[in-house]
């Protein structure tokens, strides 16, 4: 059974980096997307960036385009998330999802469609 752990979270002040990763507890070879979504205290859970681990080809949410990477370390079945010139608008828990299924790549970001889930990791960016 595939579980996945975020780590990487924490506090720092705005314009500062983080490094998100979420580690697989199995090979991940069958995941076809990995994503990473986020959700704001009251807020809806929002997709921040996926990956198709077919081609590496990757997606991200507008407000997060030019500052994170998704990244993926087949080797360590560890996805990553490096955060640069963090906001106070991006404050939330983060959590890492996969998806084994065909999705199209529209659906991408949006977290109904993804089975498996870590238990997040907590950003807080201060002004």
């Known amino acids: 059974q595939l579980q996945l752990v975020e780590s990487g979270g924490g506090s720092v002040q705005a314009g500062g980096s983080l490094r998100l990763s979420c580690a697989a507890s199995v090979n991940t070879y069958s995941t076809k997307y990995m994503a990473w979504f986020r959700q704001g205290l009251g807020k809806e859970r929002e997709g921040v960036a996926a990956l198709v681990t077919t081609d590496y080809s990757t997606y991200y949410a507008d407000s997060v385009k030019g500052r994170f990477t998704i990244s993926r370390d087949n080797a360590k079945n560890t996805l990553y998330l490096q955060m640069d010139s963090l906001k106070p608008e991006d404050t939330a828990m983060y959590y890492c999802?996969?998806?084994?299924?065909?999705?199209?790549?529209?659906?991408?970001?949006?977290?109904?469609?993804?089975?498996?889930w870590g238990q997040g990791t907590q950003v807080t960016v201060s002004s």
């Open positions: 999802a996969h998806r084994s299924s065909f999705l199209p790549r529209s659906a991408l970001l949006f977290h109904e469609w993804y089975m498996y």
